[in-house]
């Protein structure tokens, strides 16, 4: 596809730098942070669980944890505010997918993939209860999604996806057209149960709003900075405030750096970019159809994904995912004009009936990439600390499911999740720098030449195939 030229140039001027869904007027007030009178000054505080990470992981593990044992205490830490990292700024495909889809859970855990499949069916359906039952307003429709070929060979990927079974239907070019119109399809798949669409901040508002009827404390502005060893139960160093004295603790802090530091080499943090829309109206709408509302990605590996939102915005993000050396996460690295040009320039070219539709907000965000693209569990410190890391793109539905192994293994239970094979393997660590960084490089160059290339890998990607590492977004 092009860079920039067209509808596109103009497009960007007046997208403010921020994330649309975090940037509104009922974004709740700031909880207090731990040292500033909201908890019990500087003496020592004490919880029965302490949850690090104020994002859906680590809401779901507070939610879930109150709702199993009323009687337990459950304190959330959060460095920032509620959700204003991966959870508040992603693309809103709850998916119920725990592997990174299907072809990547049926390519690693073949004899379990069937049970990983009907968990995950299981977990979208409890968020959706979860959502009902507490009345959080995050517009969950459960839309499915579509998945479309832009190129030739990827029509025959698109057949082989509908022959493995499930719900799927195929749709030949004048089919997909019909449902939502680009000159760029060629054939396209609906899959109608297994994703839904919400609204990214609201729903992590919504949760934080439900963990805390049910008597969860939640403050932020605390970062945790160490964790030992304290009696039978474990201490946190907090940046500016008190230490905290916990029975045990849940970790969900996903692309920062990990406070059990033997997992920091098993996640690289990616960047993905976003754009969004201004509504469209009434006929800008009708002239691409877009009936079902489902969400939409294409098939390449820079693959573009976008959806509606409730009032007619298209998100649009993607293709580019972009890893800096050094593993860090900076804001900074929210804002990257080249690739919301690129973006930019995508989305005319597959909507052209859109011509004069302006971007009103740009903005980016970490990914934390592990080798298997799907997340990993583990717990430390005898026990006493768990973790869920490693989502790569795909957490917010897998993250409920995360928060219940978590739980899981801070329990010491033996579950139908903790015998999952899935579960107990680690995927392969990513070398330290500088060697990641050109492996990064390597690999993103050799799918960006499969794309151009029919889909033909390199003898790269097929040694890393044949590793079973990768590199996704
Ligand atoms: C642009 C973008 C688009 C995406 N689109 C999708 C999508 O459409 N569908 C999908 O399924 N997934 C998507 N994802 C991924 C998804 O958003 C994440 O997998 C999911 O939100 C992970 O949730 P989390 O709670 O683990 O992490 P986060 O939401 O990142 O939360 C981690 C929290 O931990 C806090 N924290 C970290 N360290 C500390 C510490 N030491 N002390 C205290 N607090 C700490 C952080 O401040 C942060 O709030 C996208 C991600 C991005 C960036």
Redesign the pocket.
């Known amino acids: 596809m092009a860079l920039l030229g067209g509808p596109a140039a103009g497009a960007l001027a007046a997208a403010a730098p921020s994330v649309f869904w975090l940037d509104r007027a009922d974004r709740p007030a700031p909880r207090p942070r731990l040292d500033d009178g909201g908890q019990d000054g500087r003496a020592d505080v004490t919880a029965d669980l302490v949850v690090?990470?104020?994002?859906?992981?680590?809401l779901w593990t507070a939610l879930l944890a109150k709702e199993a044992d009323p009687a337990r205490d459950v304190l959330l830490?959060?460095?920032?505010r509620i959700?204003?990292?991966?959870?508040g700024?992603?693309?809103?495909?709850?998916?119920a997918s725990l592997t990174h889809g299907e072809a990547n859970g049926r390519e690693r855990w073949p004899a379990e993939y069937e049970q990983l499949h009907r968990l995950g069916l299981a977990n979208l359906d409890a968020i959706e209860s979860t959502v009902q039952r507490h009345g959080i307003e995050c517009d969950f429709r459960r839309t499915g999604e579509l998945t479309v070929a832009t190129a030739p060979h990827q029509v025959e990927w698109l057949r082989e996806e509908v022959g493995s079974g499930g719900a799927t239907r195929f749709l030949d070019r004048d089919a997909i057209r019909a449902e939502l119109d680009s000159p760029t399809y060629l054939a396209g798949v609906h899959s109608p149960d297994e994703t839904a669409m919400v609204d990214?901040a609201r729903l992590a508002w919504g949760l934080a709003a439900a963990a805390e009827s049910l008597g969860v404390r939640i403050v932020e502005g605390?970062?945790?900075?160490g964790l030992q060893r304290d009696g039978a139960g474990m201490r946190l160093r907090t940046e500016q405030g008190p230490d905290v004295r916990a029975a045990r603790v849940a970790l969900?802090?996903?692309?920062?750096p990990s406070?059990v530091r033997r997992t920091r080499l098993h996640t690289v943090p990616v960047y993905?970019?976003?754009l969004m829309t201004e509504p469209l109206s009434d006929q800008q709408l009708a002239s691409i159809g877009w009936r079902s509302r489902a969400g939409v990605g294409d098939m390449a590996n820079q693959f573009h994904?976008y959806r509606l939102t409730d009032d007619n915005r298209v998100l649009w993000?993607g293709y580019d995912a972009i890893y800096h050396l050094g593993r860090r996460v900076r804001p900074s690295r929210d804002q990257r004009p080249q690739t919301f040009e690129r973006l930019a320039a995508h989305f005319f070219e597959t909507f052209p009936q859109l011509e004069g539709l302006r971007f009103t907000h740009r903005w980016?965000?970490?990914?934390?990439t592990c080798t298997r693209f799907c997340a990993f569990y583990g717990s430390a410190f005898d026990g006493r600390v768990a973790y869920a890391l490693g989502?790569t793109?795909?957490?917010?539905?897998?993250?409920r499911f995360g928060a219940a192994v978590t739980l899981d293994l801070l329990d010491g239970a033996d579950t139908e999740r903790t015998r999952l094979q899935m579960v107990r393997e680690k995927p392969l660590p990513f070398p330290p720098e500088p060697l990641a960084y050109a492996g990064i490089q390597l690999t993103r160059w050799s799918l960006a030449r499969a794309d151009e290339n029919a889909g033909r890998r390199n003898a790269w990607l097929r040694t890393l195939d044949r590793l079973g590492l990768g590199f996704d977004s």
């Open positions: 690090v990470g104020g994002g859906y992981t680590g830490l959060e460095a920032g959700g204003w990292a991966a959870s700024r992603n693309g809103g495909f709850c998916s990214p605390t970062k945790v900075t969900g802090t996903n692309a920062f406070l993905d970019y976003v994904y993000g980016g965000g970490a990914i934390d989502y793109g795909l957490g917010v539905g897998a993250s």
